[in-house]
Antibody, heavy 118, light 113 residues
Framework: QVQLLESGGHLVRPGGSLRLSCAASGFTFSDYFMAWVRQAPGKGLEWLSYIGDTGTPTYYGDSVRGRFTVSRDNAKNSLYLQMDSLRAEDTAIYYC???????????WGQGTLVTVSS | DIVMTQSPDSLTVSLGERAAINCKSSQSVLYSSDNKNYLAWYQRKPGQPPKLLIYWASTRESGVPDRFSGSGSGTDFTLTISSLQAEDAAVYYCQQYYNTRHTFGQGTKLEIK
């Protein structure tokens, strides 16, 4: 069965960096686009980024463009999100999700918590 | 970016009754080349990741009960849940995937009485 497992969430200081990982299993990872979505405390879902099946193209939401970088390693069935210049408002649960290519998200991980605080 | 606005923000509906959640996009998400609406609906329960319900505005995801249906076109969409069950209590989100920066609505909290 399809499984997505995020890791790397941590407490980090403002201005710091963090790299999230998402381990995929149960499907041919290299056949699918992948996405990152987050939910801040008390807020709704926010789409952050997605990446093509080969690593391109990549797209970002306005709030993270220039600070976050999405990448993948198809040999390791893994998706990554490098987060730099972190701000308090980046505090959220971060989810990776699979997209069949058109954009809807058919499988989601359980999420990993990122807390940005001094 | 395309702004997605859901209404109402919350609603309470009796068990067995029908619930309707609206989603309006700031520009059309209907692609003229394929005549498809690039819109999805998700259900989010506490402690769980979101679950895909509907894509292409009206195509039910495999395994989703047929009491869930999606309708609408262009800029106005509706998720209808007929004959509400207790387990349908959740927050529901619409999402557009029309352009390269996908966006979600703010969510609608559905409570069952």
């Amino acid at each position: 069965q399809v499984q997505l497992l995020e890791s790397g969430g941590h407490l980090v200081r403002p201005g710091g960096s963090l790299r999230l990982s998402c381990a995929a299993s149960g499907f041919t990872f290299s056949d699918y686009f992948m996405a990152w979505v987050r939910q801040a405390p008390g807020k709704g879902l926010e789409w952050l980024s997605y990446i093509g099946d080969t690593g391109t193209p990549t797209y970002y939401g306005d709030s993270v463009r220039g600070r976050f970088t999405v990448s993948r390693d198809n040999a390791k069935n893994s998706l990554y999100l490098q987060m730099d210049s972190l701000r308090a408002e980046d505090t959220a649960i971060y989810y990776c999700a699979r997209t069949p290519g058109n954009g809807w998200l058919d499988y989601w991980g359980q999420g990993t918590l990122v807390t940005v605080s001094s | 970016d395309i702004v997605m606005t859901q209404s109402p923000d919350s609603l309470t509906v009796s068990l067995g009754e029908r619930a309707a959640i609206n989603c309006k996009s700031s520009q059309s998400v209907l692609y003229s080349s394929d005549n498809k609406n690039y819109l999805a609906w998700y259900q989010r329960k506490p402690g769980q990741p979101p679950k895909l319900l509907i894509y292409w505005a009206s195509t039910r995801e495999s395994g989703v009960p047929d009491r869930f249906s999606g309708s609408g076109s262009g800029t106005d969409f509706t998720l209808t849940i007929s004959s509400l069950q207790a387990e349908d209590a959740a927050v529901y989100y619409c999402q557009q995937y029309y352009n390269t920066r996908h966006t979600f609505g703010q969510g609608t909290k559905l409570e069952i009485k």
